[in-house]
């Protein structure tokens, strides 16, 4: 069977950024969503919320390509739902 | 098409007319466990509600039985199930959830001899205290015990009514001799039975909390699909229905499930006195003894006896107030009873220091007769 | 680049949010439990079907997962120890129009309620059953569950695990369940499609969801740190479609085998043959 799907030109796709959004008092340090990140944009931060779980922060490396492409696989992974992905289309 | 509610005069067993009366209370929902002696109200029902417009459902044990109708009467239907001692055992757990959720259901526990398998075609009483305590913790529950097809027809009528109203499991404490005596059973006209709803919230869904009572104790019941979106646990529980497991929670709430009964024992409690205005010496009987009882008191009236007879028709919450007002006057409290001394306790309990009282004990598997009654009273008479 | 952020504004809330009781967050869920990201894709589903909150009915049992009917904002049952399936049962029958859903675990469901289990597969009765199974029993502290892989331990097979567990897909599908499937609590958005599909069918619906209990699993089985169960699913899992069932046992050597291997169509409800009876018998 011939695949049907075509190659689109690399100029034309329009890549999402994504804002993300973190209950802090809901964390609990599972660090799924460091984990499952495809683009390694999160890391565990120094600072502990007042249970003293360590919230999840940006790494701030975009030029490394650690920018957040709003798949939102953190929002629908992380067991506390303290995280989600505002997406945002790049013009 | 067969109506519902079949008015007129009818020669019934005991556990057919405990089925139509279900039906005339508005129960629309059965689930249950064939066993021995009280199959015939499940077979009953699986033969009328297809006519009439009910679920029926055998289950696969009393578990799933008693499961069912919790979830039933949550989603709005006057629920019910039959069974017997063993079944009744395989309940308990979920009757102390319905005490918990405040769900109206209506149990009949037609006796058998007990323990464990005993006598399955037999008859007893055993099952009483069982009836108040067979769930673990401390809880008020309504039972009420029938002596014939009438009154188990008239009795399964206010065991809805009650379960609607006080919004708790109720139990209807029959036993194999009334389950299985046929004797005329007079249906009214419809319009003539007075029947009882659960009360409903009249706030807005936003400003409901499904466990906040009024002043009777009573919280109004929601059910499921109205929009109001509560949330119900069998853990000790705040008034939004929220677990809340602190010793000061639970102080609260089962305080007020015991007390929702146990203010309202004079609308709950319901007895038959005969012959006491002048008694020294009074039968406390219930259920199917009631009836060698009262002939029993009668043959010692004409002895000269000063004998009277009190018949609970309820038996949770006892009727203390009865016995405590009485035992001001008799000298001698008589309990037939088919076990080794149940409600013999509680009678012996209120009368403690004003009478004396006297256990005429039967282990289940036949009935007491008047004249071994007679005899308890002549004797008790002579001391 | 400066647009990448981190939002810390507390007033906006997540979008699970509209169909949760907020109020009682955080949840007493541990680090890197499966069964929030279970009731997540359960909530998108129910978006994606469009099913409206006032007719979600959320019946569950006891254990960890027994707690999620409280946490959501439908009308939700947390029923005694094995026992959500007759009560959604009795729910179900008498309000037809609703969707009534059991969410439980694997004790719950297969050990103490097995039996309803299989007599609500039998008897086609219309509910969507999700097990959360991780494996043992963790609210309890981690004692052996009938799902616990052979030689696994726990705190009550110290030395480990002699007893076989069940293939519940398996159990299932000899039970006449329509449909059958597997997922695991990180292929979530498998799993919301999955769910989606069944929450469109009618009869008695089975997905188990395979799901990390890090603390009380975890610890005494190597998989110590929060996100070990779930990078042992990342690893070991296949998707195959249409398995058959007698095939997808677990066990710890082997691949997880996930998919939605069931979908009978055309088989009547218990609702559906109750009624035509009752038409019968009126029509005499």
């Not at chain 3, 609703?98 to 008897?123: K, M, P, Q």
């Amino acid at each position: 069977m011939q695949a049907s799907s075509k190659v689109l030109p690399s100029q034309r796709v329009k890549v999402s950024r994504g804002e993300i959004h973190v209950i802090k008092e809901r964390c609990k340090q599972c660090n799924l969503c460091i984990d499952f990140c495809p683009t390694q944009v999160l890391r565990e931060s120094d600072e502990a919320n007042e249970k003293g779980y360590h919230v999840p922060e940006l790494v701030e490396e975009p030029e490394k390509g650690n920018t957040c492409v709003a798949c939102g696989f953190c929002q629908v992974i992380c067991p506390e739902y303290a995280i989600w992905i505002e997406a945002r289309r790049d013009e | 098409m067969r109506k519902a509610v079949l008015t007129g005069k009818h020669f019934w067993y005991g556990n057919i007319a405990i089925a139509e009366g279900a039906i005339v209370a508005g129960c629309r929902f059965f689930a249950g466990y064939p066993i021995t002696p009280a199959s015939e109200i499940a077979e009953h029902i699986s033969r009328r509600f297809p006519e009439i417009g009910g679920t029926f459902v055998q289950f696969e044990d009393e578990l799933a039985s008693i499961a069912a109708m919790l979830g039933a009467s949550w989603a709005g239907a006057k629920s019910m199930t039959s069974t017997s001692g063993p079944g009744f055992s395989l309940m308990q757990e979920n009757i102390g959830l319905g005490v918990m959720m405040e769900v109206p259901i209506v149990i009949v526990n037609v006796q058998r001899g007990a323990p464990s398998t005993g006598l399955p075609t037999l008859t007893a009483q055993g099952d009483v205290m069982q009836t108040k305590w067979g769930s673990h913790g401390s809880y008020e529950i309504i039972a009420l015990s029938p002596d014939s097809p009438q009154e188990a027809f008239n009795l399964t009528i206010r065991c809805f009514n009650l379960a609607e109203k006080y919004r708790v499991p109720v139990i209807l404490l029959t036993s194999e001799t009334v389950g299985h005596s046929a004797g005329k059973v007079v249906v009214p006209p419809k319009d003539k039975i007075e029947l009882v709803q659960r009360k409903k919230p009249k706030v807005p869904p936003e400003d409901y909390l499904p466990y906040k009572p009024d002043e009777d104790l009573i919280p109004p019941m929601a059910c499921a699909g109205e929009g109001y979106a509560f949330t119900t646990t069998g853990l000790t529980h705040d008034e939004k229905g929220y677990p809340d497991t602190t010793a000061e929670a639970h102080e609260k709430l089962v305080r007020r499930l015991n007390d929702k009964i146990r203010r309202h024992l004079k609308d709950i409690v319901d007895v038959e006195e005969e012959n006491m205005e002048d008694a020294d010496i009074a039968v406390v009987s219930y259920g199917q003894v009631s009836r060698p009882a009262r002939k029993a008191v009668g043959m010692a009236r004409e002895d000269g006896i000063k004998a009277g007879s009190i018949k609970l028709i309820t038996i949770w919450p006892f009727a203390e107030h009865v016995i405590h007002r009485w035992a001001k006057q008799v000298e001698y409290f008589v309990v037939p009873e088919l076990n080794y001394g149940q409600i013999y306790l509680e009678v012996k309990r209120e009368a403690a220091g004003e009478a004396k009282s006297l256990l005429i004990p039967r282990m289940g598997g036949k009935l007491i007769t008047p004249t071994e009654i007679y005899r308890e009273i002549k004797k008790v008479s002579e001391k | 680049m400066n647009e990448q952020t981190i939002a810390e504004d507390k007033l906006e809330l997540h979008p699970i949010d509209k169909w949760l009781r907020s109020e009682r967050m955080p949840h007493i869920w541990c680090p890197g439990c499966g069964i929030g990201p279970t009731l997540y894709a359960w909530i998108r589903a129910l978006d994606r079907v469009g099913i409206p909150k006032e007719k979600v009915v959320y019946v569950s049992g006891i254990g960890c997962c027994g707690r999620g009917s409280g946490y959501l904002d439908v009308d939700g049952f947390h029923t005694t120890h094995g026992r959500a399936i007759p009560f959604a049962i009795g729910l179900k029958l008498v309000k037809p129009e609703l969707c009534v859903n059991v969410i439980s675990g694997d004790g719950d469901l297969f050990s103490i309620g097995g039996n309803h289990f299989i007599h609500a597969c039998r008897r086609n009765v219309d509910l969507l059953v999700i097990c959360t199974n991780n494996f043992i029993y963790g609210m309890t502290g981690g004692q052996l569950a009938p799902t616990t892989p052979l030689g696994d331990r726990s705190t009550t097979s110290p030395y480990g695990n002699i007893e076989p567990s069940f293939n519940t897909p398996h159990l299932a599908d000899a039970s006449g369940a329509v449909y059958v499937a597997r997922w695991t609590s990180i292929h979530v958005r498998r799993l919301e499609k999955s769910i989606a599909e069944a929450m469109e069918m009618k009869g008695f619906r089975y997905i188990e969801v395979l799901s990390p209990c890090p603390v009380s699993y975890g610890r005494r089985n190597k998989l110590p740190e929060p996100d070990d169960i779930a990078e042992w699913f990342r690893q070991s899992s296949i998707i195959r479609n249409g398995a058959n069932t007698s095939e997808v046992q677990i066990e710890k050597e082997k691949p997880l085998i996930l998919g939605n291997f069931v979908k009978r169509v055309g088989k009547p409800t218990f609702y559906e043959l109750m009624k035509k009876l009752e038409e019968k018998v009126r029509g005499r």
